[in-house]
């Protein structure tokens, strides 16, 4: 079974659906499919969103993480330390388009599947 982590404003921004205008509601769109894709599959999935923390519902299907500090690489500095500090590293898929973060996670042991890709998983 694969582990997924998500790199969470690459795939909100991996299309664009005027998401910048209402961010928030663009990652409580994202955690809701992420939801969906966890219930279908099966699979685990963390999704790593940057930006101040807020309250998003979710069913527990999906661990929602807030980047630990603002600035740049936040939440990819997570992802990676997510992936250096997990037991199994192979068996986790990251879901990211940044060029940097998926060469840091490859180096880690996990996968790496691109944000417009795994999209059209979740529009699928």
């Given at each position: 079974?694969?582990?997924?982590?998500?790199?969470?404003m690459?795939?909100?921004?991996?299309?664009?659906?005027?998401w910048w205008?209402?961010?928030?509601?663009?990652?409580?769109?994202?955690a809701q499919?992420?939801?969906?894709?966890?219930a279908?599959?099966?699979?685990?999935?963390?999704?790593?969103?940057?930006?101040?923390?807020?309250?998003?519902?979710?069913?527990?299907?999906?661990?929602?993480?807030?980047?630990?500090?603002?600035?740049r690489?936040?939440?990819?500095?997570?992802?990676?330390?997510?992936?250096?500090?997990?037991?199994?590293?192979?068996?986790?898929?990251?879901?990211?388009?940044?060029?940097?973060?998926?060469?840091?996670?490859?180096?880690?042991?996990?996968a790496?599947?691109?944000?417009?890709?795994?999209?059209?998983?979740l529009?699928?």
């Amino acid at each position: 079974m694969r582990r997924w982590i998500v790199d969470g404003m690459n795939v909100v921004g991996s299309r664009p659906t005027g998401w910048w205008r209402d961010r928030p509601r663009a990652m409580r769109e994202l955690a809701q499919e992420l939801e969906a894709f966890a219930a279908a599959t099966g699979e685990e999935v963390t999704v790593v969103f940057d930006g101040r923390p807020f309250e998003l519902e979710t069913d527990d299907r999906v661990d929602v993480l807030f980047a630990t500090r603002r600035g740049r690489n936040a939440a990819d500095d997570d992802i990676a330390a997510l992936v250096e500090g997990d037991a199994d590293p192979g068996s986790l898929s990251v879901v990211t388009s940044d060029r940097d973060l998926a060469c840091r996670v490859r180096d880690g042991g996990a996968a790496v599947l691109g944000a417009g890709e795994f999209r059209r998983r979740l529009d699928g």
